[in-house]
């Protein structure tokens, strides 16, 4: 499979930024639960496998929705780089397109600024919309044949939909699909098309 550069969209946590290993982080800074490591977190819902209350899985959260770069949100490992590279080799007028289930805006942007290089910020498009159920119309508003997320239902439903999903490989989404994966932005960047 080969995949032009304006036809592939990109989810932004556990794609792009690396939000469960942050949210390990603070659970453990902030609260004092330091025993959970990646592989615990086998469930989209933290609270479906976390034993921590509920109270401060609302609170990290709200922390990591509000203040990606207070926290020290992380980029993925290749995240940045690959992401440029693509950037960088999109058509005319196209745009790298990177579509979230966050509701807020401003500080995705802020954390996308902050974290790439001056030239190829201005090619990548962020949509924040709020809902994981909503991203197949922005999908198909922006003409992309193939998607990567980290949520399984997203991607069953993207599938449904006839669009192509990659899921990124995470602990949460091991055993709940049969779909194509990828594992790491290596293996994204060699799924595109270099012209």
């Known amino acids: 499979m080969k995949i032009a550069a304006d036809e592939i969209g990109f989810d932004f ?3 792009i930024a690396d939000t469960a290993g942050a949210f390990l982080r ?3 800074e902030e609260y004092e ?4 490591t990646l592989e615990d977190v086998t469930h989209f819902e933290v609270s479906e496998c976390l034993t921590i209350p509920d109270q401060y899985i609302s609170a990290i959260l709200k922390a990591l929705n509000e203040d990606c770069l207070g926290v020290g949100l992380e980029p993925m490992p290749g995240a940045v780089e690959v992401l440029s590279a693509i950037a960088r080799q999109m058509p005319a007028r196209s745009r790298v397109r990177v579509i979230t289930a966050r509701r807020l805006h401003q500080p995705v942007a802020a954390w996308l600024a902050h974290h790439f290089p001056a030239d190829a910020l201005p090619m990548i498009h962020l949509t924040a919309m709020g809902e994981h159920d909503d991203k197949l119309r922005h999908i198909k508003e922006y ?3 193939f998607f990567v997320d980290d949520r399984a239902e997203t991607c069953l439903g993207l599938a449904e939909a006839g669009i192509s999903p990659l899921v990124f490989s995470q602990p949460w989404n091991r055993r709940r699909h049969e779909l194509p994966t990828v594992a790491s932005w290596r293996d994204i960047e060699r799924l595109i098309i270099h012209p």
Not at 33 to 36: D, E, N, R, S, T
Request: proline letters at 0%; aromatic letters at 16%; a neutral charge.
């Open 13 to 15: 946590d556990g794609v």
């Open 26 to 28: 603070l659970a453990c």
């Open 33 to 36: 639960y330091c025993a959970f």
């Open 143 to 145: 003409g992309l044949k």
